[in-house]
Structures are given as C-alpha cells and as structure tokens.
Nanobody, 121 residues
Framework: QVQVVESGGGLVQAGGSLRLSCAAS????????MRWFRQGPGSQRELVAV???????NYADSVKGRFTISRDNAKNTVYLQMNSLKPEDTAVYYC???????????????WGQGTQVTVSS
C-alpha cells in the first residue's frame, strides 16, 4: 500500500523560515496533483498550495509571496518552503497526493499524518 510521510515541522520565530517535505512510497505508477493543507487551532482545514504533475502551482492568498510549493518526481516528494513566517501560520500541516498504483487504474487521494508548525511572536 502507498504511504505518505511528512517531515520538517517545528518551532520558529516570526520572520523565520521552514521547509516541509512529504514523500510518497509504495507501488506507485504516477502521481498527479500534490497539495499542502493546514489546520490551525480552532480552525477548519484549508488548502495552502497545490502543484500539478506538470509543475503548475496555486496558492492561498494568505501565503502568496511567502510560500513556495515544489516537487521532485524522481523522489515522489513534494516540498513547501515557508518564508517570512507569521504567528497566524501556526497549524498542523498535511500533505496529500493523488496517486495511481499498480493494483488499479483509478486515482486515489492519500494523506500524510501531519506535521506541527509553530511560529512564535
């Protein structure tokens, strides 16, 4: 079965930077869109950024100009570079990926376990 594992979360001061990684493994045929979501305390989960298999990107307005999503297809990995971090960026960050496996032709969405990002003021 496919697994999606996130890493790179931690505690940083406002204005600092952090890079999150999310690697997919298993019997993967192809990966289509890959995304980062976040859920802050007392908030609903929101989409932060998405990157397609061709490298096209979109961002939430709240992170435009500060965050960059990228992917390394050879490593089945998506990254989120977060710069100029603000306290309001504090959240659990989740990645997901739409993946086609060797066991079937259908795309299935897989989620990581989440990684905590805390930005202090």
């Amino acid at each position: 079965q496919v697994q999606v594992v996130e890493s790179g979360g931690g505690l940083v001061q406002a204005g600092g930077s952090l890079r999150l990684s999310c690697a997919a493994s298993g019997r993967i045929v192809s990966i289509n869109d890959m995304r980062w979501f976040r859920q802050g305390p007392g908030s609903q989960r929101e989409l932060v950024a998405v990157i397609t298999s061709g490298g096209s990107t979109n961002y939430a307005d709240s992170v435009k100009g500060r965050f960059t999503i990228s992917r390394d297809n050879a490593k089945n990995t998506v990254y989120l570079q977060m710069n100029s971090l603000k306290p309001e960026d504090t959240a659990v960050y989740y990645c997901n990926a739409d993946i086609v496996t060797m066991t079937g032709p259908y795309t299935r969405r897989y989620w990581g376990q989440g990684t905590q990002v805390t930005v202090s003021s």
